[in-house]
Nanobody, 121 residues
Framework: QVQLVESGGGLVQPGGSLRLSCAAS????????MGWYRQAPGKQRELVAHITNSGQTNYVDSVKGRFTISRDNAKNTVYLQMNSLQPEDTAVYYC???????????????WGQGTQVTVSS
């Protein structure tokens, strides 16, 4: 059974920091690309940060320079360090694991339950 369990969300003042963690089980973590998505009320879910199994990273423009995604394959965990948080970062943050195989062709995609991040004074 695959599980992605997020933690580290909470209430923080503007300018503050949080570190989200996502612990994976039931998958060979090291071969999966991992991502952090967020969904604010009334908005579509968006990709915030992504890290490949080889460690390449990508970020949505709005978080570049403020957020850092990293992974620890020994701990089956992906992190999202969030600095200089702003009210517009308020959302539920979801962890995602994805993997595609070419032979035979198939794909796997898993989601965590989400963790709330609220940025407010």
């Amino acid at each position: 059974q695959v599980q992605l369990v997020e933690s580290g969300g909470g209430l923080v003042q503007p300018g503050g920091s949080l570190r989200l963690s996502c612990a994976a089980s039931g998958i060979l973590f090291s071969v999966y690309a991992m991502g952090w998505y967020r969904q604010a009320p009334g908005k579509q879910r968006e990709l915030v940060a992504h890290i490949t199994n080889s460690g390449q990273t990508n970020y949505v423009d709005s978080v570049k320079g403020r957020f850092t995604i990293s992974r620890d394959n020994a701990k089956n965990t992906v992190y999202l360090q969030m600095n200089s948080l702003q009210p517009e970062d308020t959302a539920v943050y979801y962890c995602n694991a994805e993997k595609a195989w070419t032979y035979p062709p198939r794909a796997a995609n898993y989601w965590g339950q989400g963790t709330q991040v609220t940025v407010s004074s």
